[in-house]
């Protein structure tokens, strides 16, 4: 009877044995993927605060890009008449969808010249800037018009003027207030990383 009880509490110790190295074995699996998704969520918050960082760094080139479009069209005459098609400054009199059926814009507004990966559509009459943080700068630039030529209500998107209707004692009659077009730029930045931002901005 005695080596009945001591084999019997043998068989159970063992029993008892499998049973938490059994659930050892769940809780070590358990904390191993526990692990892995842990390290997963960190790789994708950094990746996602990386990219982040790469699209606030094409702040900058777009506001250069703003700058150099506007220094051309108005300060330094580089483009010396608006009503016409000047390729080495990106300029367009036209909308250029408008003119040139199957060249549509993307669904986000972006003119064909900007599309593709590289892009494979961008002039190499464009101007085009690598700046020192690894930017690739392009740009279009669109006045808002069914054609060339001049700028007219029926040939263009024009702005308003604002009239004031203010008068003075010593008024005697108020400057003719000249309407004129729009013009769109749109800026493509490819930074580090395969990252590409897109900005649009409207001139007058």
């Not at 074995?25 to 191993?32: G, K, R, W």
């Amino acid at each position: 009877m005695t080596m009945s009880r001591h084999s019997g509490k043998a068989r159970s110790r063992r029993a008892q044995s499998g049973v938490v190295l059994f659930i050892a074995l769940i809780v070590m699996v358990a904390l191993s993927i526990a692990g892995i998704a842990l390290v997963r969520s960190v790789d994708t918050g950094l990746s996602v605060t990386a990219n982040l960082g790469f699209r606030q760094a094409s702040i900058p080139p777009s506001t250069w890009a703003v700058e150099n479009a506007v220094a051309a069209m108005f300060e330094k005459n580089l483009i010396p008449d608006l009503d016409q098609v000047k390729l080495d400054q990106n300029y367009y009199p036209y909308r250029f969808e408008i003119k040139n059926s199957g060249k549509v814009e993307d669904e986000a507004g972006v003119p064909y010249d900007l599309q593709g990966l590289k892009p494979d559509n961008y002039p190499s009459t464009f101007v085009a800037e690598n700046d020192a943080a690894g930017n690739t700068i392009r740009y279009v630039i669109e006045r808002m018009c069914l054609d060339a030529g001049p700028a007219t209500a029926a040939n263009c998107d024009m702005s308003p003027p604002k009239k004031s209707e203010a008068t003075t004692a010593m008024e005697l009659t108020k400057p003719e207030l000249i309407r004129v077009p729009f013009y769109r730029l749109t800026v493509r930045v490819d930074g580090p990383n395969n990252t590409t931002t897109f900005a649009q901005a409207m001139l007058r």
